[in-house]
């Protein structure tokens, strides 16, 4: 296995166990609720969900991007920076969710993470695609 794969493998590992985390959440809170689906209005259901929900939306694309990376050898200590400002991003991002820690400025602060690991990867694939072209 080549030193960008093994380091593509860990952040991969790192955000199914943030998502594991996300799912127990959910369904922690619906058996407080006595919930089979959906929120039954409380609030604290509706965060779990969503909490989830955005991992669900964003993780896939920034560990396709990811491996992508990795695939096309890109170095590892690469990988290894944009997968932990991406992994950070999610991890703070399921701290709001899962402990409401840290106000917004944890899930604000999530966000921007995860949205600037996303755009760093897809420049990056998408330069790398076009050269690869010429």
């Known amino acids: 296995m080549t030193p960008a794969l093994a ?3 860990l952040f991969a590992g790192l955000n199914a166990l943030i998502f594991l985390a996300l799912t127990a959440n959910v369904i922690r809170y619906r058996g407080k609720h006595d919930l ?3 929120d039954g209005g409380h609030e604290e259901v509706t ?3 969503r909490g989830q929900g955005n991992a669900a939306e964003q993780m896939p694309m920034g560990l396709i991007l ?3 990376m990795a695939g096309m050898g890109t ?3 690469v990988i290894g920076l944009v997968g932990a400002i991406f992994t950070l991003g999610r991890a703070l991002h399921a701290v709001h969710f899962t402990f409401r820690a840290g106000g917004l400025a944890t899930r ?3 966000m921007l993470l995860t949205l600037l690991a996303l755009g760093l ?3 990056g694939v998408l330069a790398h ?3 690869g072209l010429a």
Request: aromatic residues 8%; charged residues 0%.
């Open 66 to 68: 990811l491996g992508i």
């Open 7 to 9: 380091t593509f493998a």
């Open 36 to 38: 089979a689906l959906g």
């Open 47 to 49: 965060m779990a969900i």
């Open 108 to 110: 604000a602060g999530g």
């Open 129 to 131: 695609g076009l050269t």
């Open 75 to 77: 170095p590892a200590w």
């Open 121 to 123: 990867m897809a420049l």
